[in-house]
């Protein structure tokens, strides 16, 4: 008895294998012959990381400044010279102020240290003044410039206390290092930040819009009156999609560690679960979606608003999630990116820490199984 | 005469015509008039740079006053939240390593003595260097509070402030705050995409429906269907350009110090550029699929080369010559300093002349493939 109803389980198991790998193979081909989805699984994950490896850098070298110098004396030539030798700045020299000032309005420089006449005089004095302006514009860059600017001037100070002149090295001292990034490099956080755009982008969008087609179309229709049961017919529109996804995957890591030179320093099983979890995650969501508005147009700004920009802004890859006001940071409690963010910034910069990963993992798998449960809902509405 | 006229009346017409496909349905027009807002909300809140909010565990080995009033600096900023108070320096890995801590500040058991001795202490800061710009951020936060706790030092023990100091200011965002700096960089990024995009479909919409054919035997010249097919995303791009700058002003209360009348010159000049290149996609493109993904294709390294996030002056040289067909790099440019700086056109002419020509070249080549795909 127990016999015949596990063959005949088999036999139902077998023809259902075959269909979703005819639907496979029918949704390869397509893929591989359509070139704008070629365009979007390939193409935009290859631009993004050449953009993201090359282009993309919040690193302040050579900022463009002007020096004032209104009287040569020997002090404010040497401070002067401070700038000239450090590797952050790329001064102009000049010896007044309204030329200078002309080229901050023109935004040809970011800034203006002015060294005053009188410098010497109030040296001795104790209460010299050098007058910093920055173009506050971009204010990341300006803080970063002041800082820098601090530097130049406080190492020229300290090299007059060493002179001999006393008192002039503060009493604290601060001693910083940056753990997992000691060369503040920041291509280390923009990395594995593309991973979860390319991932976010295959997953998310690309299912949405060509699932949004087929629905456009009626070939979906057309579909659901052959003996193929609708879950097969997810399995197998999805899984070349996964497919793709695990080539950018692949793409992302080996460029991360080959030619952006990105440290991994967790498991790559970690990597690879979490990964996957996500596509999964993003996967679900376009199909959600483009089944839902079942218009092409709609569905890619849809999915651009729910899955790309958020996974861009609000997922703490480039913005401190810790500094947003309440409302926004609820909201991002409810982004797959947030997690899968976290996920890879301990994975490749600290290692396999795994009070970041079993948490953040855990929302994920949470998301995923709600999604399922969601996809189910549709199939009922479908059927 | 006549002919003008009736070349007018026909773009209008077409214009109505556009505008009506895509207004009438009411998720559409929702999908033009609240994606750029809701945007320009979140994100304005989202997209800064600057901390408010910073974690850090204390680790005192010297439990002495001067340290508690080195702390005391940190937790009465407003910005640092104590969140422990280490007791052996092997806890500090756990700590940075589940996140709970941004920061460490390990205060050595020789501080106070150093200090008083005269011969200088060390604070020594470890920074979570996973966002390392972040941890930058928070790292010069730290030293501005400690040079205000050295300049207290010195005053309570008698010791000279240093002989020299810099007087800083900023210009045009006096508070260095980088939402002053993002939300009127939004206005061009939030318009551009759906300006491309809209024009982009327009047409391959029409081509795919077979309707396209249809309109080539009106009495319509193919520059008339280029103009009729521009105007109506330029009407769409306006008025939410117009929706992303309310945001900035009444919401996030950003100052404005330009004048309307040359953000608008300068906006419409953008929208011009991004629409020729819309056009020029949709020239090329054979379905909407294919409309929709190459202007995917333009979109995202504009937006990522605009500047808006990174700066253009930290791109590598080759980079920075590839954003100059980069329209939205000129938009933000312009809406920053109209906006910040109030700006007039005399200061942005280096901008306002590639936009020109970047739509000179885009139109024409477009308004080209028309009249060659036509006949």
């Known amino acids: ?28 081909r397509q893929i591989v012959r359509d070139p704008s989805s070629i365009a979007i699984g390939v193409v935009l994950p290859l631009i993004l990381i050449l953009l993201f490896g090359y282009g993309l850098s919040l690193d302040v070298k050579n900022v463009p400044i002007a020096v004032v110098i209104e009287n040569p004396t ?49 040296l001795a004095a104790g209460d010299a003044d050098v007058q910093l302006i920055v173009h506050g514009g971009d204010a990341n860059r300006a803080r970063i410039i002041e800082g820098y600017v601090q530097g130049v001037v406080g190492a020229w100070s300290a090299r007059l206390g060493a002179q001999g002149q006393a008192g002039l090295s503060p009493p604290v001292t601060v001693q910083a290092r940056l753990w997992f990034n000691e060369a503040n490099d920041s291509s280390y956080f923009l990395v594995p930040g593309l991973v979860v ?14 699932m949004a087609r087929e629905w456009e179309r009626g070939t979906l229709e057309s579909l659901f009156v052959t003996p193929v049961r609708t879950e097969e017919i997810l399995l197998g529109k999805t899984l070349p999609y ?75 890859f480039l913005f401190d999630l810790r500094s947003m006001p309440t409302v926004v940071r609820m909201i991002t409690y409810a982004l797959p990116a947030r997690y899968y963010v976290a996920l890879l910034q301990s994975v490749f910069l600290a290692g396999d820490v795994w009070s970041v990963i079993v948490p953040n993992t855990l929302a994920l798998a949470a998301m995923a199984a709600a999604l399922a449960l969601g996809s189910r809902a549709m199939r009922k509405v479908l059927a | 005469m006549n002919t003008l006229l009736g070349t007018l009346l026909r773009i209008l017409a077409l214009t109505r015509k556009e505008l009506l496909a895509v207004l009438k349905d009411r998720r559409s027009r929702m999908s033009l008039l609240i994606p750029p807002v809701v945007q320009a909300l979140i994100f304005g809140y989202a997209a800064t740079y600057d901390l408010n909010h910073v974690t850090y565990a204390a680790l005192d080995q010297d439990h002495s006053a001067a340290s508690r009033q080195l702390l005391a600096g940190l937790d009465g900023s407003g ?69 205000q706790f050295n300049l207290d030092w010195g ?5 000279a402030p240093p002989p020299l100091h810099i007087v800083a200011r900023a210009w045009y965002n006096p508070n260095l705050e980088t939402r002053w700096f993002m939300i009127p960089g939004m206005i061009g990024t939030l318009t551009l995409i759906q300006t491309m995009m809209l024009t982009a479909m327009s047409v391959a919409r029409e081509r795919e429906q077979g309707t396209f054919d249809q309109l080539l035997v009106t009495p319509f010249r193919p520059f008339e269907i280029m103009a009729g097919k521009a105007l109506p995303s330029m009407v769409v791009g306006t008025i939410q350009a117009g929706g992303v700058l309310l945001v900035a002003q009444l919401w996030f209360r950003i100052p404005f110090a330009g004048s309307y009348l040359t953000l608008y010159a300068g906006l419409l000049m953008f929208l011009l550029a991004a629409i020729g290149i819309g056009l020029l996609v949709s020239a090329v493109a054979a379905t909407m699929q ?60 280096s901008d306002l002349w590639p936009l020109a020509l970047l739509a000179a070249v885009t139109l024409s080549a477009a308004s080209w493939m028309f009249s060659h795909r036509m006949q």
């Not at chain 1, 001064?91 to 002015?114: C, F, K, Y």
């Not at chain 1, 390319?198 to 299912?207: A, E, K, S």
């Not at chain 2, 253009?312 to 920053?336: E, G, H, K, W």
Request: net charge positive; glycine share 6%; proline share 4%.
């Open chain 1, 74 to 122: 020997p002090e404010a030539v040497e401070l002067a010279a401070g700038f000239q030798l450090s590797p952050y700045f790329k001064p102009w020299m000049t010896r007044s102020m309204p030329p200078a000032q002309q080229n901050l309005l023109e935004h040809r420089i970011d800034g203006i240290v002015r060294i005053p006449a009188d410098l010497s005089r109030h």
């Open chain 2, 290 to 349: 294919q409309a929709m993904l190459y202007s995917m294709l333009l979109i995202m390294p504009f937006s990522l080369l605009s500047g808006l996030t990174t700066p253009i002056s930290s791109m590598p040289r080759a980079v920075q010559y590839l954003t100059a067909i980069n329209p939205l790099r000129y938009a933000i440019d312009i809406t920053r300093r109209v906006y910040l700086e109030g700006a007039g056109l005399d200061l942005l002419i």
């Open chain 1, 197 to 210: 755009l390319v991932m976010t982008l295959i997953g998310g969008l690309l299912t949405a819009m060509v």
């Open chain 2, 79 to 147: 910005v640092f939240e104590r969140v422990a108070d280490l007791q052996r320096a092997s806890d500090v890995k756990s700590l940075i390593d589940s996140r709970r801590a941004l920061l460490i500040v390990q205060i050595d058991q020789q501080f106070e003595r150093h200090l008083l001795s005269g011969q200088g202490a060390d604070l020594q800061l470890i920074a979570d260097g996973r966002n390392s710009n972040t941890a930058g951020t928070a790292m010069g936060y730290v030293s501005s509070i400690v040079d």
């Open chain 1, 1 to 28: 008895m127990s016999l015949i109803t596990s063959t005949s389980r088999s036999n139902a198991w077998r023809p259902k294998l075959r269909r979703i790998r005819a639907l496979v193979l029918k949704e390869s």
């Open chain 1, 242 to 316: 996964f497919a793709l996804a695990l080539f950018g995957f692949v793409l992302c890591v080996l460029s991360a560690k080959f030619l952006f030179h990105v440290p991994l320093r967790g498991s790559m099983g970690v990597l690879f679960g979490a990964s996957m979890l996500y596509v999964l995650i993003a996967l679900g969501i376009g199909l959600l979606i483009s089944s839902w508005v079942k218009n092409q147009l709609v569905a890619s700004q849809l999915t651009m608003l729910v899955t790309f920009m958020p996974a861009f802004m609000l997922s703490g």
């Open chain 2, 155 to 159: 005053h309570d023990h008698g010791i």
